[in-house]
């Protein structure tokens, strides 16, 4: 896919400008109250305790003894993936928030898609949002995520995302960006960031210094942001830059190395060169908060993960992440051996008192300026019966269908297949994809209201069965429903014909010349890649129920198609588009 980071969206040259001068207001500034409140605070803790503030631990689940044994340690924040029933979720963020003598932060990957909440109003993922190109409707989704993420006691949502879609193979991006438009991303994620802030959450930029121009993913290797620096600061530059001038509150640098910047620097550096953001003072301290002017805070992404772990030993990469800039630590498989290589590290001088002093400073400012020194328990985390008339009001589920609905994309349909019906495609067979989440808590993903959708329509739907080749005297119509919403932890996502069909010999059967076929994805937009010739194909970006019904709806003329796709579903291959 040709990727053209030097032109705005109207094509124009946009040549880089300097970074500088994006110095301001602080996202964390304080009244006078505030600012004593933490002096106050900080130096009052003991040594230990401000260690235990840098760390933000995940709580999976809602038993007694999980919350426990996270609040025994007095984290500053804990990441909540709720898995049990509303009043589950809501007794254990009131047991987590009265556990604590210096109010927690509590945060979430609210990314959308089926990264939602059962009790919780399921909302399109960015991708989904990006291709109903109404930065209104935008808006209205990110409050309804806003105000039912306060309801359940969150402070924080670790979005939006604003990658870009340049590398169509990376199985990270996808679905979790606004697209490859540079402007598209921009406009969605200041509608995103200024709604979520006006609701009282604070927002957080991911992931710094940019992704999507990398195949691979950095839960697995470090990957690379290969811009030469022009490019960089045209594009990434441009968006966190703009962000920055906006007031976003956090931003998440991740385990991806910019060697351009690097060797701007020090042009003999070598493997330094490709190190991780998380643990680069030159991009945490020198782009970002020097060049950039950025005042926030800054979360290193998933300690855990691959891109770090292959890096370097525990031991080094504990306080070296704090040290080289980031202000908090995100997550741990063992929490309290990491307490201790932070404090071990502060004893032998690779954590040095400033970067302490400094990084506790910010985060008690961040909660601060969230106002969480003068909230109660009560305030935070509302009764269990006001809580719920919160959550998934008619009218949120209305504007979130909608919202759903208008993103769904007709991409291809060179025979003019739409609209049908049982009239002329009665007998249908469905090739069907399992699908997976890599998030705890994750929605599962079943294709039954889109084939209960048809049936009521008159259809006839079977399945398809690997021993039984359909063909055009027994089947009207073949429907792909395929999409893997984009994942950590996968190489690469893409159309399995021989997992789909039963066999390798069975995959190389093609339906598109002999029968009527539509392929159809309810995750990432370029499947079209590994099936050039398909005569028609829908894009819906998730596999949330509304979403199912609302292809159907589309696909028999209830509705139009109206989504604009964010990324060129072609994948820059001519060939595709016949």
């Known amino acids: ?41 900080r130096d009052a803790m003991s040594i230990a305790d401000q260690v235990s503030q840098l760390f933000v631990f995940a709580c999976e689940g809602e038993h007694d003894d999980t919350v426990d044994a996270i609040t025994a340690l007095r ?25 604590a003598d210096v109010p927690l932060v509590m945060s979430g990957d609210i990314e959308g898609g089926t990264i939602s909440y059962p009790f919780a109003t399921a909302v399109p993922n960015q991708m989904g949002l990006a291709a109903c190109d109404d930065l209104d409707l935008s808006e209205r989704i990110a409050r309804i995520v806003a105000r039912e993420s306060r309801a359940l006691g969150y402070d924080w949502s670790f979005t939006p995302v604003v990658d870009v879609n340049a590398e169509f193979r990376s199985a990270i991006v996808g679905t979790r960006s606004y697209g490859s438009d540079r402007e598209t991303v921009l406009a969605q994620a200041r509608t995103y960031v200024r709604a979520l802030q006006a609701e009282g959450v604070a927002a957080c930029a991911k992931h710094w210094p940019g992704d999507g121009f990398d195949s691979r993913d950095q839960h697995l290797v470090t990957s690379v942001n290969p811009l030469h620096m022009d490019a960089w600061r045209a594009l990434f530059g441009k968006i966190y830059g703009t962000l920055i001038g906006d007031g976003v509150m956090t931003i998440m640098s991740a385990h991806i190395a910019l060697p351009a910047y690097i060797r701007e620097r020090d042009s003999l550096a070598g493997r330094d060169a490709f190190m991780p953001a998380t643990i680069s003072r030159l991009l945490n301290e020198d782009l970002l908060r020097g060049e950039l002017g950025f005042q926030g805070l800054i979360v290193s992404d998933a300690t855990g993960m691959g891109g770090l772990t292959s890096w ?16 908090m630590f995100l997550f ?44 109660s328990v009560e305030e935070r985390v509302r009764p269990l019966d006001a809580m719920t008339t919160i959550l998934r009001t008619p009218e949120s589920q209305a504007t979130a269908r909608e919202a759903i609905g208008r993103g769904v994309t007709l991409t291809k349909d060179i025979d003019g297949l739409f609209p049908i019906g049982p009239a002329v495609h009665r007998r249908v067979v469905v090739i069907a994809e399992e ?13 039954e209201p889109f084939l209960a959708e048809l049936r009521t329509r008159g259809f006839e739907v079977r399945m398809y069965d690997p021993g039984k ?41 093609q339906y ?25 194909a829908i894009n819906a970006y998730n596999a949330l129920e509304h979403a199912q019904v609302e292809v159907v709806r589309r696909m028999v003329g209830d509705a139009p198609f109206t989504g604009v796709s964010p990324v060129d579903p072609f994948c820059g291959q001519e060939q595709a588009r016949w």
């Open 1 to 41: 896919m040709v990727f053209d980071v030097n032109r705005d969206s109207s094509g124009q040259a946009d040549a880089p400008k300097p970074m500088n001068g994006m110095h301001g207001r602080s996202p964390l500034a304080l009244d006078a109250d505030g600012e004593a409140w933490v002096a106050t605070t």
């Open 469 to 509: 080749h359909p063909t055009p005297e027994d089947t009207d119509l073949v429907l792909y429903l395929v999409g893997q919403e984009a994942t950590p932890a996968a190489y690469h996502i893409y159309l399995d014909l021989p997992k789909l069909h039963g066999g390798h010999r069975k995959g190389m059967t």
């Open 512 to 536: 598109w010349r002999e029968i009527p076929t539509v392929l159809i994805s309810f995750g990432q937009p370029y499947y079209l890649f590994d099936a050039p010739t398909a005569r028609a």
């Open 75 to 99: 984290p500053g924040g804990i990441h909540r993936f709720p898995t049990g029933p509303i009043d589950g979720v809501w007794r254990a963020a009131r047991r987590m928030l009265e556990s």
């Open 332 to 375: 741990s498989r063992n929490p309290a051996r990491d307490i201790d290589l932070m404090m071990r590290g502060l004893r032998a001088g690779r954590l040095s008192e400033e970067r302490l002093h400094a990084a506790v400073t910010r985060i008690l400012s961040f909660k601060a300026a969230l106002g969480l020194h003068r909230k």
């Open 435 to 447: 699908g997976w989440s890599f998030f705890v808590g994750a929605l599962e993903r079943s294709f």
């Open 312 to 327: 370097m030993e525990r031991e080094a990469a504990v306080p070296a992440v704090i040290e080289n800039g980031c202000d």
